[in-house]
Structures are given as structure tokens and as C-alpha cells.
């Protein structure tokens, strides 16, 4: 019983303070102690030498006591046998009294033993003890188990008295999935945009730069080298220029090309010098803008990773990133 908890012992001096809970039974404690893990403690003090801390079990509000007297140097053993039994009510009385440490340690102790049955709890929780982390805890855990999450006690229980909080939490799963949608496309076309950036230098390459082939043709190069001189070639000879699609490609490539070269001599590309005269007569659409000035971008972003010596962990993050986007790269020519 919290009754028979002896807070004043764990000091030399008396104990000044008796704290009333729940039940009725009182604890005697330090003021000078409370009051400096406190302010609000403190501010209760100072109006009456007994205080009331109501809403949580007299268990909760001694271990909530025996966290002030030992702040941070508490033992593990007792810490988590404290937080199993009392995690959600030493949040909430972390956060009325505002003891910011206790309050993270107890916020990160529910959001650990967190599970679908106590989902909608917790949530409520968050929202009210202004946890951030939990909350977003709960939103995880609710967006891959929502089946589970309502069949819980809580849920049924927000449907008969909280419908306002079941809306948010449904709002709040619909937000991410369009956020994770969002992301998935932005992710696939900046891989387009990669590989576009990456043909127009091999484009740039092929006709700028002498061959590294093999004497037998062999090589990643010179079969990247000839496969677009054979698409030239096709362009050039193709007497269907406006229903063929690969001649709609090179043709939109080497458009591409000539909006961002910036050689002061005379470009050895195909139509650069033509085209480039063409879009400063002619008004070139926004669009195309914006795809050019994207394309650009991930060309400088290529060089710069290639550049510059990343980290292994890093490394590894970004091939996960790209894993399933590798082969979502759509013909945007088409």
C-alpha cells in the first residue's frame, strides 16, 4: 500500500510534507525535494504543507515520488519493474507536474510495450500528455495492424464515447498512406530523371569523346556508344519520323541535350546548334522547362555522389531506397 511508503526516511532531515492520494492515505516526503523536481509541486507547497496528487493510483504516485527522490540515478531493475506496472500513469503525472525527464523516459517505456489491444489508449494518451513520440507510435502500429487495433476494448470503447478520436486516427492512417503514395512516385520519378540525365551523357559521350572499344566491339561503353549511333542513324533514315516511336525518343533526347548544353563552340551533337536556335525563336513550354531544369539537378546530385566518399551504412540505406524503384522507370517520351 502507498501507505506504508517512507519517503522521509531516504533523507536526514524530517519529513515536511505529507501527499494525499486517491485512496486517502498519505505519504510523507521533503518539500525541498519535491520542490525542485517540480514547479508545479513547488507551487503547491508553497500554498499548504499538505498536497493532493489525484488520478493515478497510490502505487503510481509513490513510484512517481520515489523517481523525484532518486532522479536520474535510480536503479535499471527498479526502473523497469516501475514502468511495467505504472508507465501510462507516470506519463500523465510526469506531464501535470512537468518533470520533462521522467516524462520522456515514461513516454519511451509505453511506447516499448505498446500493443494493438492498447493502441487507442495510448493514442488518447499522447494526445493528451502532449507525446509526440507515442503518438506517432500508436499511428505506426494502428496503419499495420488496423484489423487488430479495432477488435481492442479501446476502439470499441472511442465508438461509444470518442468518435472524434477514432476520426482522427482514421484521418491520420489515410494522411500517411497518401504521404507514402506521394513519396513512392516522387521516388520513381526522380529515377526517371537519373536516367535521363544519364543518357544524355552517354549521348554526350558517344559524340564527344574518342571510343574506349575493344578491338572486338566488346565493352559496356562502346555497346552504349553504338546503340545510339544506331539510333542517329535510324533518326536520320527512318522515312515514318512522326509515327515511329524510337525515332520520337533519340529526337526528344537530343532536344533534351541541346537545352542544357552550354559549350561555346560549336556542340558535335546531332541538331544541338539547330535546335537550340529553334527554342530561342520559339517559346518554350513551361513544362519542358521544368523537366530540363529537374533533369539538370540529378545530373549534378550523380556527380556529386560519385564524387564524394559516402559512408557504408549510407551506401546501404540508398540501394533499400532504390530497390523498388529500379524498375518503375516509365518511357516519359512516348
Known amino acids: 500500500m502507498a501507505s506504508s511508503v517512507d519517503l522521509g526516511a531516504l533523507r536526514p532531515s524530517p519529513a515536511d510534507v505529507r501527499v494525499v492520494t486517491s485512496d486517502g492515505s498519505t505519504i510523507a516526503a521533503h518539500s525541498s525535494v519535491l520542490a525542485s523536481a517540480s514547479p508545479v509541486l513547488e507551487r503547491m507547497i508553497q500554498r499548504a504543507p499538505r498536497i493532493r496528487i489525484l488520478g493515478a493510483s497510490p502505487d503510481a504516485v509513490a513510484a512517481f515520488l520515489r523517481f523525484l527522490y532518486f532522479s536520474r540515478e535510480a536503479t535499471a531493475e527498479w526502473v523497469e519493474t516501475a514502468m511495467a506496472a505504472h508507465g501510462p500513469a507516470l506519463l500523465a503525472l510526469a506531464h501535470a507536474h512537468r518533470v520533462p525527464w521522467l516524462k520522456q523516459r515514461a513516454e519511451e517505456a509505453v511506447a516499448a510495450r505498446l500493443t494493438a489491444e492498447r ?60 504521404r507514402k503514395k506521394r513519396w513512392e512516385r516522387e521516388r520513381a520519378s526522380h529515377a526517371v530523371y537519373r536516367e535521363l540525365s544519364d543518357a544524355m551523357a552517354s549521348l554526350e559521350h558517344a559524340f564527344t569523346e ?8 566488346s565493352g559496356g561503353a562502346c555497346t552504349g556508344r553504338q546503340g545510339i549511333l544506331q539510333l542517329v542513324r535510324h533518326l ?55 523537366l530540363v531544369k529537374k533533369v539538370a539537378r540529378a545530373g ?26 529500379r524498375n518503375r522507370a516509365a518511357a516519359i517520351f512516348r
Not at 119 to 133: E, G, N
Not at 150 to 173: C, I, N, P, T, Y
Open 210 to 217: 574518342a571510343s574506349p572499344c575493344d578491338d572486338d566491339g
Open 300 to 325: 549534378v546530385m550523380a556527380t556529386l555522389a560519385a564524387n564524394r566518399e559516402v559512408p557504408e551504412v549510407v551506401k546501404n540505406s540508398w540501394v533499400k531506397y532504390n530497390s523498388g524503384s
Open 236 to 290: 536520320a533514315g527512318c522515312g515514318n519520323k512522326g509515327g515511329c516511336p524510337q525515332c520520337k525518343s533519340i529526337f526528344q533526347l537530343l532536344r533534351l541535350h541541346s537545352s542544357v548544353c552550354d559549350r561555346a563552340e560549336p556542340c558535335r551533337v546531332p541538331l544541338c546548334s539547330n535546335l537550340k536556335m529553334k527554342m530561342r525563336a520559339e517559346k518554350v513550354d513551361e513544362t519542358w522547362r521544368l
Open 119 to 178: 493502441a487507442v489508449d495510448a493514442l488518447k494518451l499522447a494526445r493528451l500528455c502532449d507525446a509526440p513520440r507515442l503518438y506517432l507510435r500508436c499511428a505506426c502500429l494502428a496503419s499495420k495492424d488496423l484489423p487488430a487495433v479495432k477488435v481492442s476494448e479501446g476502439w470499441r470503447f472511442a465508438a461509444r464515447h470518442d468518435a472524434q478520436l477514432q476520426l482522427d486516427l482514421l484521418q491520420l492512417l489515410q494522411d500517411a498512406d497518401q
